[in-house]
T-cell receptor, first 113, second 113 residues
């Protein structure tokens, strides 16, 4: 049972480069989300999706795009990386059942120089 | 808006010491409350939850009681182990179609042998 799988684990980008962080879940969860984790800031929601074809913005969406073409996949795109996007990124999913837990991936550590 | 405030860390304890990590919340309505734990190099995982006032969540020797009168959900453990060293996050969720969780900033716990 793989759960939530994120790739890559580590990535270094130069300012202005683009890249996609991959997230896949094999639990048939309706809800998927992306968080960034920064020291002293906790977890901040970037974007989320309540089902295939539906996405919405979280607290800190600027500089990021998402799409949800299938239930399983929820990639996060950085169109033009900036040093302020240096962070650890977590993908998480859950069922639609009230109070069901979020299942997290192991994170992607991104450095933008 | 909704918010979660946790005691600032880091917290350093000796093995078998008593642990309390304070968590208070502000929310419109009646949230469900959660504690998540993040072990080094991993994503977050659910530790325990409580969905209504006076509920007690418990798991792995940890406990937290949902106190509506003090809007609190403090995490406690009677005797910590080195393996409990991790970052602990308090979180709240308001029901309905909104799946988003609001997280506190996290508290780093280090337990020394």
């Amino acid at each position: 049972n793989a759960g939530v799988t994120q790739t890559p684990k580590f990535q270094v980008l130069k300012t202005g480069q683009s890249m996609t962080l991959q997230c896949a879940q094999d639990m048939n969860h309706e809800y998927m989300s992306w968080y960034r984790q920064d020291p002293g800031m906790g977890l901040r929601l970037i974007h989320y999706s309540v089902g295939a074809g539906i996405t919405d913005q979280g607290e800190v969406p600027n500089g990021y795009n998402v799409s949800r073409s299938t239930t399983e996949d929820f990639p996060l795109r950085l169109l033009s990386a900036a040093p302020s996007q240096t962070s650890v990124y977590f993908c998480a999913s859950k069922t639609g059942t009230l109070n069901s837990p979020l299942h997290f991936g192991n994170g992607t550590r991104l450095t933008v120089t | 808006g909704n918010s979660v405030t946790q005691m600032e860390g880091p917290v350093t304890l000796s093995e078998e010491a008593f642990l309390t990590i304070n968590c208070t919340y502000t929310a419109t309505g009646y949230p469900s409350l959660f504690w998540y734990v993040q072990y080094p190099g991993e994503g977050l995982q659910l530790l325990l939850k409580a969905t209504k006032a006076d509920d007690k969540g418990s798991n792995k020797g940890f406990e937290a009681t949902y106190r509506k009168e003090t809007t609190s959900f403090h995490l406690e453990k009677g005797s910590v182990q080195v393996s409990d060293s991790a970052v602990y996050f308090c979180a709240l969720h308001l029901g309905g179609s909104n799946y988003k969780l609001t997280f506190g900033k996290g508290t780093l716990l280090t337990v020394n042998p």
